[in-house]
């Protein structure tokens, strides 16, 4: 059956460039960054997958009335399997990033243009590698078996979801809070979202994800009496050095899975305050960009927060608020779980490389099913250029993700030592 599925795979670069045009043709933006949604993009996918034989769809839309048609739309396509011991999960996010400063292109963002590259051709777009690689591949593994009329040794179902690049409210964390029993105990997962160009990194564990935004607020006077007002700057300043130096420190474990293998507690974005030099401003909004090592829970650090938070507010009478835009908590995978010795055994036998376990700072559809108990690995073959201008992915690559696939819909876990 491999050869079947690798010959069939292999003859599919010209379905992956169609599908690769197609899908980047559907800006699917969230409403949180300006766009419309995922709605187009998931009713062409629909339509395509039905239109080659792969019929076992449903929608679960989660309700958005900021974007189009009123939902984020959620696709998973089955293709049924001859055991019922768990089926094979991968997720892919139909979402995209925008394309950014436009200038900085060489071409339209919104439409695909192929070259040629020292390691291969290439495609270049707004999406075609996050995350489209990832559809793009799961599908021609999947289409390898309907089209031959094979039946993989599990179920494997494919997941199309919508919100992952601003947290999954709408998606994956959606699906969880109001599907969950989509998801059995026996399942395995992988998600196509991350990875390095050899493929040799299989991502198992991620950081805690806490985003917060703090609001300073003290009192507005004249820059010459600032002891009539109270500096929300000032005091919004020193929080956040403080944040960063005492954070660091309380959290200062460090674990060699991650790169960096520490915590890291960063001031990121800063809002205007007064227009003008000579106002001592009453109010001030700065946020931070926490990465916690999983040994330490995001109650903890809360805690901390707290603790500076007030020593502030007393040393410059201001007060001072804060929410989170994100809070993210995930359990590791564990490395001897039969996803990740299957996906090793995969990967070794498509790339000829052995390759190795690895945590990072990122956040991945991966963390909402850990945290419910079911194995996840992360892993593609990926030039690293998502979110940047140009963004591009090799045709190799789409293809050997794609064999990698669907061995994994062959595999059987007695096979894997």
């Excluded at 076992?56 to 048609?69: N, V, W």
């Amino acid at each position: 059956m491999k050869e079947k599925l690798f010959s069939w795979i292999d003859n599919s670069i010209d379905l992956a460039i169609e599908l690769e045009t197609e899908l980047t043709k559907r800006p699917a933006i969230s409403p949180d960054s300006g766009g419309e949604g995922e709605l187009d993009k998931c009713l062409f996918l629909e339509n395509f997958l039905r239109s080659h034989g792969i019929t076992l769809l449903e929608r679960y839309d989660a309700p958005d009335p900021r974007a189009k048609g009123g939902v984020r739309p959620n696709l998973i396509a089955t293709i049924k399997g001859s055991e019922n011991e768990g089926c094979l999960w991968i997720l892919s996010h139909i979402d995209i990033v925008p394309p950014g400063e436009e200038k900085l292109w060489n071409s339209n963002p919104w439409t695909v243009v192929r070259e040629n590259d020292p390691s291969g051709e290439k495609l270049v777009g707004r999406g075609v590698e996050d995350n489209q690689q990832g559809i793009v591949s799961s599908v021609i593994a999947s289409l390898a078996f309907t089209k031959q009329n094979l039946k993989p040794a599990r179920t494997i179902k494919l997941l199309f979801a919508s919100d992952e690049e601003v947290g999954s409210v709408y998606g994956i964390e959606w699906l969880v809070k109001h599907h969950s029993n989509l998801f059995g105990k026996n399942d395995m997962v992988l998600v196509p979202d991350g990875g390095d160009p050899n493929g040799e990194c299989i991502e198992i564990a991620e950081k805690n994800i806490i985003w917060a935004r703090f609001n300073t607020c003290g009192k507005q006077a004249h820059g010459s009496k600032p002891d009539k007002g109270a500096n929300a700057f000032l005091a919004a300043s020193d929080l956040a050095v403080r944040l960063h130096n005492e954070l660091s420190a309380k959290f200062s474990h460090r674990d060699p899975l991650f790169d960096p293998d520490y915590s890291t507690f960063v001031p990121t974005k800063k809002e205007a305050n007064v227009p003008n030099i000579n106002t001592i401003p009453g109010e001030d909004v700065f946020y931070m960009d926490m990465r916690v090592l999983p040994c330490y829970t995001p109650d903890s650090v809360l805690a901390e927060i707290d603790r500076i938070k007030s020593e502030i507010e007393a040393k410059y009478h201001v007060t001072v608020k804060y929410d989170l835009p994100q809070l993210m908590q995930s359990k590791p995978t564990d490395a001897g779980s039969p996803i990740v010795k299957m996906l090793t055994k995969a990967i070794m036998e498509v790339n000829n490389i052995k390759p190795r376990t690895i945590g990072i700072g990122g956040g991945t559809m991966a963390a909402s099913l850990r945290n419910i108990g079911i194995n996840c690995a992360v892993w593609t073959k990926t030039q690293q250029t998502l979110h940047q201008p140009n963004e591009y992915v090799l045709l190799s690559n789409i293809i050997s993700d794609a064999k990698v696939m669907a061995l994994l819909g062959i595999i059987q876990p007695e096979q894997v030592h």
